[in-house]
């Protein structure tokens, strides 16, 4: 089916649909009212959906991207989505998978990381002329006092994309007020991009007067260190940078949301190089512009990877070496699809909004070729943008019902629900969901993540609110809980 373009008769809300959707009623992102999607004037004619391509070896499991960068060759890939979303700062974004049975060597140099029909696209930034390379990581500045840095949050959820910290000795018991504040720090520009730490830094970018930019702080301090050059035009459709930057060694890599892909340097934030998706890829950007965060992957595979995506029809798994893809499942979405998927053993689980709600699907295969078979599918985890996150066995994060919810993954049963925080974003660390409010005063809640009930360990009010939606994702590491609000980025110590 096509996509179309309309507008909401109540706000005058941009969307787009595909025709599937002409004479259902959905809730307009906008004002929220519940609208009819009418007929285009002229539709175009439908497209028939591309086939799962040959496979890799069954036996899924979930990957983190190499830490490596010294030689080789970088992969640079950014999820282009017909119809996604803004918030949250880069939504609907890839997450590894790999086969262990399986076994391949990197990229050769000829790869041109071709275009798979679900909208995703993966681009060979190296090869030399590009300058791409990413070379040995340069020496970061020491961090002063008794500030830790030996763990890093380099990209959007974290090393492994699925919202999980590996911090411990955190604190189990907030105090009345919440954690002190560490620092405090201004300068952030407009948006809603989380930030990536690394190396004793915090990256972050967002709107200036005239362009948005990408800057960095000291983690131990709040100190600003840099600001990158502009990086492209302000604005969008709600205003301000969506993606967050990645770290990949001595590079950061930033997405704006006019398709602006920039390689910085971490020292200097002086420019390796630069690219626009729309005018060098021809690509092309939703109502609520650019939204996902880049991907680095080095390209030497011990295993069969693969990068898993959700789109507003499908979720697929693509071969993280021909960009092939080797399993498609349908799986319609309403206006935005928006959370990364979660797996559990070779169980994909995938979430969104709009009245959509979750599936999970068991992908496996034989003979050479892989295929998803749905497990279930109901309407009991809707989750809009703020993420879930998958500890053991079960799934937490908001449903748009109006609560928070502990699901189990390998069945889709409803553990417990609790209004708690009301509707927001979710990350895990050392036994505890970290669950930020959206609306009101961004409230932040300790809670234990465990399926005997929602046992809440201390709440606190953020300061320093912009008045608008916190639909950055909350950051844990080294001890420290990272909050972008806007122009603002609040510090805090959250160790025992």
């Not at 190089?273 to 512009?289: A, I, P």
């Not at 979750?358 to 989750?383: E, P, T």
């Not at 996150?389 to 629900?417: A, K």
Request: charged content about 15%.
């Amino acid at each position: 089916m096509s996509d179309f373009n309309f507008s909401c008769p109540h706000c005058n809300q941009h969307m787009t649909v595909d025709e599937s959707w002409i004479g259902h009623a959905i809730a307009c992102p906008g004002c929220q009212n519940q609208i009819t999607v009418p007929a285009p004037l002229n539709a175009p004619a439908a497209q028939p959906e591309r086939a799962a391509q040959e496979a890799a070896q069954p036996d899924i499991e979930m990957a983190a991207p190499s830490s490596s960068s010294g030689g080789g060759k970088t992969i640079v890939i950014a999820a282009i989505i017909g119809v996604t979303a803004v918030a949250g700062a880069g939504v609907g974004g890839f997450l590894f998978m790999k086969s262990k049975k399986g076994a391949a060597a990197g990229p050769s140099a000829e790869s041109s990381g071709s275009q798979p029909d679900n909208g995703s696209m993966s681009m060979d930034m190296g090869g030399g002329n590009q300058g791409a390379n990413v070379a040995a990581p340069a020496t970061m500045p020491a961090a002063s006092g008794d500030f830790p840095t030996e763990n890093s949050w380099p990209q959007w959820r974290g090393p492994n994309r699925d919202g999980i910290s590996t911090e411990k000795g955190l604190a189990t018991q907030w105090p009345a007020g919440g954690p002190p504040l560490v620092w405090k720090a201004n300068g952030c520009g407009g948006g809603f991009s989380s930030v990536a730490v690394a190396g004793g830094r915090v990256f972050t970018m967002g709107d200036g007067g005239q362009a948005s930019a990408v800057h960095c702080f000291e983690e131990s301090t709040g100190r600003k260190l840099w600001s990158s050059q502009p990086l492209g035009r302000t604005g969008g459709n709600y205003e301000g940078t969506k993606s967050t930057p990645t770290v990949d060694g001595d590079r950061v890599y930033a997405l704006g949301q006019f398709g602006d892909l920039v390689c910085l340097n971490v020292s200097d934030g002086g420019d390796v190089w630069r690219k626009n998706l729309t005018r060098d890829f021809s690509g092309q950007f939703s109502q609520w512009n650019y939204s996902e965060s880049v991907l680095v992957d080095e390209g030497r595979l011990g295993v069969r990877k693969q990068y898993i995506q959700l789109t507003h029809r499908v979720v697929a798994g693509v071969d993280a070496e021909t960009g092939r893809i080797v399993w498609s499942a349908q799986r319609p979405g309403k206006t935005a699809v928006i959370p990364t998927p979660v797996v559990y053993n070779n169980i994909v689980f995938v979430t969104s909004g709009y009245g959509v709600g979750c599936n999970a699907f068991q992908v496996g295969g034989s003979g050479g070729r892989m295929a998803a078979r749905q497990i279930y599918a109901n309407r009991d985890l809707v989750n809009h943008h703020g993420g879930v996150v998958l500890v053991d066995q079960h799934v937490y994060g908001h449903s748009d019902r109006g609560d928070w919810t502990c699901m189990d993954v390998t069945n889709g049963r409803v553990v417990w629900r609790d209004r708690g925080v009301r509707k927001g974003a979710v990350v895990y660390a050392d036994g505890h969901l970290y669950c930020r409010g959206e609306s009101g005063q961004g409230t932040v809640a300790l809670v234990e993540a465990t399926p005997n009930g929602y046992v809440e360990k201390g709440r606190f009010d953020q300061p320093d609110r912009s008045g608008k939606q916190t639909w950055a994702h909350p950051v844990v590491v080294n001890g420290r809980l990272f909050l972008r609000d806007q122009d603002v980025l609040l510090c805090f110590d959250v160790r025992g």
